[in-house]
């Protein structure tokens, strides 16, 4: 089973940035998509970025295009979520996840497209 484990999250203020990691247990390269969504207090989980490496395509949520980058080394078999000019509303726990396998069925922007989640780390911007 995949395991996926989050890190790097944290405080930062206004206009700062952060990276957050993603280690997975297995082979990034051989997934097929890896995304990350947020979930504030008291609202439901978002979904934030995502890549589907074999066709280079990369999906964005309206509120974070031109300010999050989502990258992987797979020599480490980790992702890292790029994330800059950071805003209050960007304050949320952050997950990771990963489809791990192809399907006829493609829907990136879905909780449901996923089949393995880490457990999140919080990112809090200050104003």
């Known amino acids: 089973q995949v395991q996926l484990v989050e890190s790097g999250g944290g405080l930062v203020q206004a206009g700062g940035s952060l990276r957050l990691s993603c280690a997975a247990s297995?082979?990034?390269?051989?997934?097929?998509?890896m995304g990350w969504f947020r979930q504030a207090p008291g609202k439901e989980r978002e979904f934030v970025i995502a890549?589907?490496?074999?066709?280079?395509?990369?999906y964005y949520a309206d509120s974070v295009k031109g300010r999050f980058t989502m990258s992987r080394d797979n020599a480490k078999n980790t992702v890292y979520l790029q994330m800059n000019s950071l805003k209050p509303e960007d304050t949320a726990v952050y997950y990771c996840a990963a489809r791990t396998y192809t399907s006829i069925s493609y829907y990136p922007r879905e909780m449901t497209h996923y089949d393995a989640w880490g457990q999140g780390t919080q990112v809090t911007v200050s104003s």
């Open positions: 297995g082979r990034t390269s051989s997934y097929y998509t």
């Open positions: 890549i589907t490496w074999s066709i280079g395509t990369t």
